[in-house]
Every structure is written in structure tokens, then in C-alpha cells.
């Protein structure tokens, strides 16, 4: 749509990550407070979050960068030169959070359920933002077409279909239904239902896509094996959070917290 830079030396696609980015820790930071989260907590997964960003971006570098030399090796590894791809920036990035969530876990212990729905309503919403700037940018879209749906995107010949844009959106979508659940606290199942719902959302919509990414599983694209393979984690991750909110529901009938009285006024 609009690929230029403005200024000289910033894109559309980059203020949409920037928002994005900001989006995600504004979520948090929002939820945290309304949960009354423990201020050291907050600050642990902030700082973490800040780690598992910057290994994101890295990991997402690299997974393309290793899809285009699979693809065509003659052409070289290049690491910075070859684009994104979100679901290697997911894989980095998960490792990164879940492994300092373990070393730090006996200082924050049982807490980690805490965040299993804020931590992915903040990506859900900064990745929608990260998708429309691909709309900008003119990458990720779909196969041409003739159909009323179709956008033209520049250095793309014809209407193609707009991926990207129907991926924002239905990652605009995802956010709203797990927020709502979150907000009625009825369940605890935020993570999984992403790790589900954009697990499904990702697969489909790559049978529509036009861009020449690679690959290296047969008969699958690269992010269909990611996507199968959120689904094949997401599933039992309902039984086992499912088992946690259960103790921890039971717990809190044995043990209410009682809050301190608050000071009369004088």
C-alpha cells in the first residue's frame, strides 16, 4: 500500500511494530493493575518481556534467514536481509519468557497462572498492529484473484488476496473474545485458546498465501507446521491449566484472603 519511507528514514510498517510493541505492554501493564498484581512480579515479566522481545525479533530474523537458504542456497545466508516470519519470532520468544519463568520460579511460585491470559491478549493486540503494518508494506499477501476482495499492493502484479489484512483482523477478533472471558474471570484458559485460535487462524490462511517464503517440512508451508504444532501444545494445556485453576479455586476456599482494614479517616 505505502512501502515509502516517510522522512527519509521511517516506514508505516515500522510505527505499526512500534505501536504494536507499546500495545502489548500497555495490556499488561493495564490487566496488572486491575488484578492487583504483585509490583515486583509485574516488573519481573516487564523485564522478561523485554528479553523475549529482542530474542523474538532475533529468532524471527533467523528462521527466514534459514527458509531462504533451504530454499535456494546459491543465494547465500543472510540473516538481516531475508524479512520476518512471526511464528519463528513466537518460537524464540517462547522459549525465552517460559525458560526465565523456570529459572525465577520458586521466587514466584503458583503465580504463573496469573498471566496465562494478560501475556497473550498483549501479543494478540501488538501482533494485530505488527499485520497491518504488512498491509503498509505490501508483504505477506495472498494469491491473486478477481474477487471483490482482492488489493493491489505495489511491486505485486494485480489483485491479490490481502492476507495480511485478514489476518489483523482476525487476530483483532481473537483479542476481543479472549478479553471478554478474561474480564468475566470464569475460566483460565486464555493461553491455550490463543495458542488454538491463531494456531488454526495461521494454518487456513495459508492455503491463500502468494508470497515464496520456503520451506522444509513436505506438503506443509513453514508456518503450518508452526500452527499445527501450537494447536498440538494448546490442547493439553487446557487439561493441565484447568487441573492448576481447580487447586487454586480450592485453595482459596481454605485459605480467603482476609484484606486489612483500612484506616479510619480523622
Known amino acids: 500500500m505505502y512501502p515509502y519511507k516517510i522522512g527519509g528514514f521511517i516506514t508505516l510498517y515500522g510505527i505499526c511494530v512500534a505501536v504494536g510493541v507499546l500495545a502489548c505492554f500497555i ?35 533467523l528462521f527466514q534467514a534459514i527458509y531462504s537458504y533451504i530454499d535456494n542456497p546459491e543465494a547465500g545466508f543472510d540473516l538481516f536481509g531475508s524479512g520476518l516470519t512471526f511464528l519463528g519470532g513466537f518460537v524464540g520468544g517462547a522459549v525465552t519468557f517460559v525458560g526465565l519463568c523456570l529459572i525465577f520460579r520458586k521466587k514466584f511460585q503458583s503465580k504463573i497462572i496469573d498471566i496465562c491470559t494478560s501475556v497473550p491478549l498483549g501479543l494478540l493486540l501488538g501482533h494485530a498492529f505488527g499485520r497491518l503494518g504488512c498491509v503498509f508494506a505490501g508483504c505477506c499477501y495472498g494469491l491473486p484473484t478477481d474477487s471483490w476482495i482482492g488489493m493491489e499492493f505495489v511491486g505485486v502484479e494485480g489483485k491479490v488476496i490481502p492476507t495480511n489484512l485478514i489476518e489483523a483482523l482476525g487476530l483483532f477478533v481473537l483479542f476481543v473474545v479472549i478479553l471478554a472471558s478474561y474480564l468475566k474471570k470464569t475460566n483460565p484458559y486464555g493461553l491455550p485458546a490463543y495458542l488454538i485460535g491463531y494456531g488454526v487462524l495461521r494454518f487456513v490462511i495459508e492455503f491463500w498465501r502468494g508470497d515464496e517464503r520456503g520451506g522444509f517440512v513436505p506438503g506443509v508451508s513453514p508456518s503450518q507446521f508452526w500452527s499445527l504444532l501450537m494447536i498440538a501444545v ?9 487441573k492448576a485453576w481447580k487447586n487454586r479455586q480450592e485453595y482459596l476456599k481454605e485459605h480467603p484472603i482476609i484484606e486489612p482494614e483500612k484506616k479510619k479517616a480523622k
Do not use: M
Open 234 to 242: 494448546g490442547i493439553p494445556l487446557i487439561f493441565i491449566l484447568h
Open 27 to 61: 495490556v499488561f501493564w493495564l490487566l496488572a493493575k486491575r488484578d492487583k498484581l504483585e509490583s515486583k512480579y509485574a516488573d519481573f515479566i516487564t523485564i522478561n518481556g523485554v528479553a523475549t522481545a529482542a530474542v523474538g525479533f532475533f529468532s524471527a530474523a
